[in-house]
């Protein structure tokens, strides 16, 4: 052995590798630094001397500063992926949503079932939804419409009063039974048709209206044309969303020849 190897315990390791059949052993220092070794023999062909090459690790800087890059491009390409998908997203769904959005809520605002949303050609999800919502449209439209054939069809009167007892809306019956044109009833005041007596019982029972109840009592008007009419009254309250009271509906029979024949 070489008497180096022995006092240099660096060496000592090295020559073991020669020992064990290495040709050129090599030990890595750290990320920046590798060493190589080899032995000179004298000239006696016996190992003289260890020598020892150090030599910076460039191709593993180079190979560890392309990951690292590697790694922030794949980040920031996440990253734009990212952004991208979301503008997509917002420019083809989100906006066309909150067009539809809007564009429902505007029809709910002026309450008119005969409005219907625009036919969305740029997504297939959007126009299918658009469609879906103008058939539930159609749908109500019909059902007003029967509703209303049916309201102006009945023979009994039907009116809406606010609790000032101003007429929001009549039938052409309630309009017959009070002795106006068609439609003529309508932003009058009930009052207007009562004796004083009869006032003060609308005015308890538009109170009751108020406090949620219903009722039903007997009145007698003077209608505009014709005699005094002996009418029966049913009615119940309305609500907004919020639960107040906005104004009540009012079924009203003529039960005049029934009085007379009592």
Known sequence: SLPVASADPEFEEIWKSFSSGENIPVKIQDSNTIHGYSYLNDPAGDP????????????????????????????????????????????????????????????????????????????????????????????????????????????????????QENVLYANPAADNIFGVIAGGLTGKNVKSYLNESDQVLVATETAKRMLGEKGSYEVTIQPETGMEKVVHISAVPRYDENQNFTAAYVVIRDITRVKKAQ
């Open 48 to 163: 003289s001397y260890i020598i020892k090459v150090s030599i910076p690790r460039t191709i593993y800087q180079q190979g560890f500063n392309t990951l690292r890059y590697l790694l922030l491009v794949l980040v920031a390409f996440g990253i734009l992926a990212g952004i991208a998908t979301y503008l997509l997203i917002d420019k083809i769904l989100l906006t066309r949503v909150s067009v539809l959005t809007e564009d429902l809520s505007k029809i709910m605002l002026i309450r008119k079932t005969s409005a219907r949303l625009e036919k969305d050609t740029g997504m297939e999800e959007i126009s299918t939804l658009t469609q879906s919502i103008n058939n539930l449209l159609d749908t109500m439209e019909e059902i007003q419409m029967n509703y209303k054939i049916l309201v102006e069809n009945q023979e009994e009167g039907l009116i809406i009063v606010d609790e």
